[in-house]
């Protein structure tokens, strides 16, 4: 079997939502609707989590500098002191999940934001690409709202690669 080694840190996610006031006033501060977006709980209180059956790194909330070696980046909270994280492959093909389901009150705007990291080592010759993708579902699950690609990998490249970014939607 081939395998991809790689591995994806999620550091922090927040939707703050802002609520127009009625007269002119001093802003208000955004209501957080994320529970535990930074994973300082040290654990994934307030998150459901899916992992494949046998990955190559378990997800877990993890502090900073793991590393699963292979060239790899060791983990680096961008907000606290922890950060979700996986190893981006295993024995499938299969998906890694993280989610929660979040409320917007009616007539408000929200903006989420969030930080990731992505890195993988192509040496064993994979066959199939991997990606990470952001998705938007309506509560409770079903089809995607909206699905942003955020990485796909190259499976024709043998580099080692590594990607990084924040997004707010």
Same mark, same amino acid.
């Given at each position: 079997m081939k395998k991809l080694f790689a591995a994806i840190a999620l550091a922090c996610a927040a939707v703050t939502v802002a609520f127009a006031p009625a007269a002119p006033a001093a802003p208000a501060a955004p209501q957080q609707l994320i529970? =535990? *977006?930074? +994973?300082?709980?040290? =654990? +994934?209180?307030?998150w459901g989590t899916d992992d494949i059956g046998i990955p190559f790194v378990p997800l877990d909330v993890r502090g900073a500098g793991?590393?699963?070696?292979? *060239?790899?980046?060791?983990?680096?909270?961008t907000d606290g002191s922890f950060v979700a994280d996986n190893g981006f492959d295993g024995c499938g093909p299969d998906t890694i999940e993280l989610w929660?389901?979040?409320?917007?009150? $009616? *007539?408000a705007e929200a903006t989420l934001t969030f930080? @990731?990291?992505?890195? @993988? =080592?192509?040496? $064993?010759?994979?066959?199939? =690409?991997r990606s990470l993708d952001f998705r938007?579902?309506?509560?409770g699950g079903g089809a995607p709202l909206q699905t942003t690609n955020l990485v796909t990998t190259n499976i024709a490249s043998t580099a080692t690669a590594r990607s990084r970014g924040r997004r707010t939607r």
């Open positions: 529970v =535990n *977006g930074s +994973f300082e709980t040290g =654990n +994934f209180t307030g793991f590393t699963p070696g292979y *060239g790899l980046f060791a983990t680096a909270p929660q389901d979040v409320s917007i009150p $009616a *007539g930080d @990731w990291r992505v890195g @993988w =080592n192509l040496f $064993a010759s994979p066959t199939l =690409n938007v579902e309506p509560g």
